[in-house]
């Protein structure tokens, strides 16, 4: 099959004028970022950085970063570099805790959003021709919006279904000649428990393809998405402060995510010394936007962890592909100082057939000790009179997480439907510690 592109320009520029294209844009952008936000001028000071010196990408380490602290302080709109008329959308972070992070576009943001995720659901093989339902939360989370705009900007016919009422979800994926679903990994597989729960077979529904992101989700889950429905399940990756959806976005090739970097200059930095790390390695992702007007970010951290992919795309894009995301550095567990992630974890269990994917992972400490426990459904049709294997399935579970991870913990068989199911986000980190 050959590959088609939504902007096969710009995805496929050869390396050294997509860099030219990024300097020029660098520097429009510190000078712009000077003049329209206090913020960045005083940072620019502190840097003892002069924004009219600025000449290309080899300049970046030495301008400032940004981080979520600075959002939060500049609450509600100091960091914005477009006058208030000019804004048209108002979106903010789901920000866990505190106070949240507001951002704005103007109509050219919303257009250049828009054309991210064009280029994403023409990587996921979507025409014009299709039916998109989107199921993200509609509102001030870019998930529900990011994808309407963009599926209606590339031309297809966009169900804003929403979060939500999931046995009106899977009756428009029966009926309505759906061929692509949006929505979060652990949604879907919500979507796909309940309508067997019904009596349906979710690979009987006409669905080709899911665009799946807003959260963590491994290797093992993508396969169990894709048997589910009988789809392609592409990741899609984007985070407020920036874009929402569409930052980056899987190909045919589903081998890591391409970055829409003619609009995000991308680097990966070692979190500790905030120096890039070896080419490969993983660190915290830092973008800097190259075209946005409403709120321009300068090396904004991310704390999100992956790595550059440096071999060459097989479906011909140039655009930088970043590893599948590991997750948030916040939801790294430390174990006896071995780090891991949740979505390690979840990696292991896709892989033992008696167990379900859906888990929780809660952390608590006993004096200096950290404890894991991992608490997993048995798989639902796990016959009742097998009981007793159960201990034996959780000693299975536990080796192969010391063995693959070299982490040792608890695991705990739960009933199924016993753990909490998510419309949204999900959440599989549950960290007793921080309530201490
Ligand atoms: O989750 C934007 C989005 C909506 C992306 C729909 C994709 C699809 P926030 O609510 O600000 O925005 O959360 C951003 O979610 O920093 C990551 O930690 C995580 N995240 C987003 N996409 C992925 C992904 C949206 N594909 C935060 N894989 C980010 C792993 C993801 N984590």
Redesign the pocket.
């Known amino acids: 099959m050959t590959e088609t592109y939504y902007q096969a320009h710009e995805e496929c520029l050869d390396r050294s004028t997509l860099e030219e294209l990024q300097a020029r844009r660098l520097r429009a952008l510190v000078v712009s970022l000077d003049a329209t936000v206090p913020f960045y001028r005083q940072a620019f000071k502190d840097a003892g950085v002069d924004p009219a010196s600025v000449e290309g990408l080899q300049d970046l380490p030495t301008l400032p970063f940004t981080v979520k602290n600075d959002l939060r302080a500049a609450y509600p709109y100091k960091m914005f570099s477009a006058s208030m008329d000019d804004i048209v959308r108002i979106h903010a972070?789901?920000?866990t805790t505190g106070q949240i992070s507001v951002v704005g576009y103007t109509r050219a943001d919303l257009e250049m959003w828009a054309q991210c995720v064009s280029r994403a659901l023409v990587a996921a093989g979507a025409t014009s021709h299709d039916i998109l339902q989107v199921s993200?939360g509609y509102g001030i989370?870019?998930?529900?919006l990011?994808?309407h705009d963009g599926a209606t900007y590339l031309g297809m016919s966009v169900i804003p279904a929403s979060g939500g009422n999931t046995k009106r979800q899977i009756q428009f994926l029966r009926d309505f000649g759906v061929a692509g679903l949006?929505?979060?990994p652990s949604y879907a597989l919500l979507i796909a428990e309940t309508a067997r729960d019904m009596g349906l077979d979710p690979t009987t529904f006409p669905l080709r393809f899911g665009?799946?992101?807003?959260?963590?989700?491994s290797v093992g889950m993508r396969e169990e998405l894709e048997q589910a429905f009988d789809i392609k399940a592409y990741?899609?990756?984007?985070?407020?402060?920036i874009?929402?959806?569409?930052?980056?976005f899987e190909c045919s090739a589903q081998q890591g995510?391409h970055v829409n970097e003619d609009h995000f200059l991308t680097e990966i930095v070692d979190p500790q010394t905030l120096l890039p790390v070896e080419e490969g390695e993983y660190g915290e992702?830092v973008f800097t936007t190259l075209t946005k007007q409403g709120i321009p970010l300068l090396r904004y951290r991310?704390?999100?962890i992956?790595r550059f992919i440096t071999e060459p795309c097989s479906c011909g894009r140039t655009l930088r592909r970043l590893d599948?995301?590991?997750?948030?550095s916040d939801?790294m567990l430390i174990i006896r100082g071995v780090n891991v992630f949740p979505?390690q974890i979840e990696q292991v269990l896709t892989g033992v057939a008696e167990v379900s994917t859906n888990y929780q992972i809660i952390v608590s400490r006993t004096g200096r000790m950290d404890n894991v426990l991992v608490k997993v459904e048995i798989e639902p049709d796990f016959p009742a009179d097998e009981i007793a294997r159960f201990e034996s399935i959780e000693r299975q579970v536990r080796a192969e997480i010391e063995s693959a991870l070299a982490i040792s913990v608890q695991v705990r068989l739960v009933e199924p439907k016993s753990i909490a199911r998510s419309e949204g986000?999900a959440q599989r980190l549950i960290d007793e510690r921080k309530e201490n």
């Open positions: 972070s789901s920000g993200y989370f870019t998930g529900g990011g994808l949006a929505c979060t665009i799946f992101g807003a959260e963590a989700w990741d899609i990756y984007g985070l407020s402060e874009l929402g959806p569409g930052v980056a995510l992702i991310t704390r999100d992956s599948r995301l590991r997750g948030r939801d979505s986000k």
